[in-house]
């Protein structure tokens, strides 16, 4: 079956850890995400790729990484220097990133900061 | 600011009853509009999507939604509501672009419970 896995599903980090969340996908699309999710915040962009080795920041990149150095994955690694990094983490693909193109997600992983 | 609105936190309807969630968008031109559905500790899964043409637009689940230009809304309906309807919905809205990465913007969501 197609789709985007997330790994782990709950983690765990003591303050001043650098941590890094898996995403991978077999779908063949282009295009990858990462958002955060806060209660009663939505989804807010923090990274996007539109094509192997190269990604952008989205609104709020501060205090994270990526890379992308293989077409069917995207990982996220939250540094140190992330404030308050305790919240729900959403993987998705696109086919190319345009708007007409449906994202599809991953389960999440849940982070939590000790 | 381009953005999408989503008023109502919280909706409790009874099953079998009918269920409306509002949307409302601000953008300058005609916005591309999605309605997600998440499930407990899941992602997201496209409901249905609203490009052009006609403005009410059937999805998976038994959904529909109604775009109106006039009132700047893509409100998401249900004529009857299953318990296992019980989840967070998002809608979400972007304009097209020439080409690159074209974003979408999410609301806060709307938490739904179904009551027996």
């Known amino acids: 079956d197609g789709g985007i896995t997330q790994s782990p599903k709950y983690l765990f980090r003591k303050e001043g850890q650098n941590v890094t969340l898996s995403c991978e996908q077999n779908?063949?699309?282009?295009?990858m995400y990462w958002y955060r999710q806060d209660p009663g915040q939505g989804l807010r962009l923090i990274y996007y790729?539109?094509?192997?080795?190269?990604?952008q920041k989205g609104d709020i990149a501060e205090g994270y990484s990526v890379s992308r150095e293989k077409k069917e994955s995207f990982p996220l690694t939250v540094t140190s220097a992330q404030k308050n990094p305790t919240a729900f983490y959403l993987c998705?693909?696109?086919?190319?990133?345009?708007?007409?193109?449906?994202?599809?997600f991953g389960p999440g992983t849940r982070l939590t900061v000790l | 600011a381009q953005s999408v609105t989503q008023p109502d936190i919280h909706i409790t309807v009874s099953e079998g009853a009918s269920l409306e969630l509002r949307c409302n968008y601000s953008?300058?031109?005609?916005?591309?509009l999605f309605w997600y559905v998440q499930s407990p500790g899941q992602g997201l899964q496209l409901l249905l999507k609203?490009?052009?043409?006609?403005?009410l637009v059937q999805g998976i689940k038994g959904f529909e939604a109604e775009f109106k230009r006039s009132q700047s809304s893509f409100n998401l309906r249900k004529p009857s509501v299953h318990w296992s309807d019980a989840a967070e919905y998002f809608c979400?809205?972007?304009?097209?672009?020439?080409?690159?990465?074209?974003?979408?913007?999410f609301g806060t969501g709307t938490k739904l419970q179904v009551i027996p």
């Open positions: 998705a693909s696109s086919r190319q990133g345009l708007i007409t193109d449906t994202q599809y």
């Open positions: 779908l063949n699309h282009d295009a």
């Open positions: 790729s539109q094509i192997v080795n190269d990604f």
């Open positions: 953008y300058g031109a005609t916005p591309y």
């Open positions: 609203y490009f052009s043409g006609d403005t």
């Open positions: 979400a809205g972007g304009l097209k672009g020439s080409g690159g990465y074209q974003k979408v913007t």
